[in-house]
């Protein structure tokens, strides 16, 4: 027995069908007229920027734990990842150009037009300065090592970095630190002989006089002390003329000063020389025959023994 159908039953189950079919493809819907159901569009999360550096693969204790940058032959690496290591978490704010970062006991600043960074009254050589990726900063690895006593060892052939059973160390100094950690009058005079002899150089520069003044301290052939070997004289040598002129005491200005202190936390530019001159101002015969040629920085020549 064939079962007959109202048309009632007809007309309701077309409108059903009409309405199902709407719902599923709002593009069938008029112009400026009511949408008959509400839908919640998907949501496809951003990707994560990728930096435009190689990445470095960075295991702690043998565990891959992070990644880190290799820019200007230099390794970059996160020191909140680092701190969080430890189970630290530094405060860091980013600005236009600068950054500062706390963890306990001091707090470190960075600046994207200068080729040092500072910490608790200590100046860290950073001529590749810093990385700002989706605001995280990254430092070089020299300073992480420096910042948490550790030691990284790092592969650039195959961007690995490894930290091995580290012990935190995190870095101290204070107001005094340059004049009672080291000889009370270096930081005095270093400075002074720094910004009379390089006060015009860039910074790489006035470092490296810095260094052939320690390197000479630490060499037989001179005298045991800053001061002894600015002054060092003989009735025929002057070692360095503004000790003979007087224009050693004059007051050094602050990136003079900075060179010094960064010469004395070990940062080292021209390697073991033990002369530089100016060959625009004086005659380097002697230097190119009697010497070894290192490196030119600045107007200056950079010789060793």
Known sequence: MKR???????????????????????????????????????????????????????????????????????????????????????????????????????????????????????YF???NQYLDIDGEIYLPEDLVERLFGITVDFSPQDLTANIDNPILTLLRGGPNYYTTKFESDDLYWLSRIIYTEAGNQPLEGRIGVGNVVYNRVNSELFPDTVYDVIFERSPQV????????????????????????????????????????????GDSTWFEKDLEFVVSIGDHDFYRS
Not at 77 to 99: C, H, M, N, R, V
Not at 252 to 278: Q, R
């Open 125 to 127: 050589y950073t001529p």
């Open 238 to 281: 002057v070692q360095f003329d503004p000790a003979a002129t007087n224009g050693i005491f004059l007051e050094p200005d602050e990136g003079s000063v900075i060179a010094a202190c960064m010469c004395m936390e070990g940062y080292n530019t021209v390697g073991d020389s033990m002369y530089f001159l100016n060959p625009r101002l």
């Open 4 to 122: 007959r159908y109202s048309a009632s039953l007809l007309i309701f189950l077309l409108a059903a069908v009409f309405l199902l079919t709407a719902c599923g493809d709002k593009s069938e819907v008029p112009q400026g007229a009511e949408e008959p159901c509400e839908t919640t569009p998907l949501q496809t999360p951003a990707p994560k920027k990728e930096a435009p550096y190689p990445v470095v693969k960075v295991y702690f204790d043998g565990l891959l734990s992070d990644r880190g940058y290799y820019e200007k032959e230099t390794l970059f690496l996160s020191p909140k990842a680092i701190g969080e290591f430890f189970e630290l978490s530094p405060e860091t704010q980013i600005f236009d150009g600068s950054f500062t970062m706390a963890f306990p006991g001091f707090e470190l600043m960075g600046w994207q037009d200068r080729e040092y960074m500072m910490a608790d009254s200590r």
